[in-house]
């Protein structure tokens, strides 16, 4: 199972097309306060996360899923338009495990998909 949290229509549906092509079932989330709820309902074994969502942000949202021990383990990955070092290193401090900017290139996205799952194992 795979979260895809993003308040952009077509950048969800992308990424949960390529999810899904890769053999995930995808939920979906628009904001971080979904994202975070969602997390606790199904237990995806990755999140995709952008980090400007309205309300809580997922830079939030991934502090909030660090924060339960059910969840901490799982990987999250920031795929966002932010592009500067500053959000890289904010996206580190929040628990998240990996960080793409957008467009998406699916195939380093994959592979970091790939590495952190069998990190995870």
Do not use: W
Request: hydrophobic share 45%; aromatic share 4%; proline share 4%.
């Amino acid at each position: 199972m795979g979260l895809v949290a993003d308040d952009e229509a077509d950048h969800a549906v992308m990424l949960s097309l390529d999810l899904q092509r890769e053999g995930y079932r995808v939920v979906t989330a628009a904001d971080g306060e979904q994202a975070v709820k969602l997390a606790s309902q199904v237990h995806p074994d990755i999140i995709l996360m952008d980090i400007r969502t309205p309300g809580l942000d997922g830079l939030g949202a991934a502090r909030r899923i660090r924060e339960d021990e059910a969840r901490r383990g799982i990987p999250v990955i920031a795929v966002t338009a932010f592009v500067t070092g500053g959000f890289q290193h904010a996206a580190r401090d929040a628990g998240i495990d990996g960080y793409l900017t957008k467009p998406v290139d699916f195939q380093p996205l994959h592979e970091l998909m790939r590495r952190l799952l069998t990190v995870k194992s």
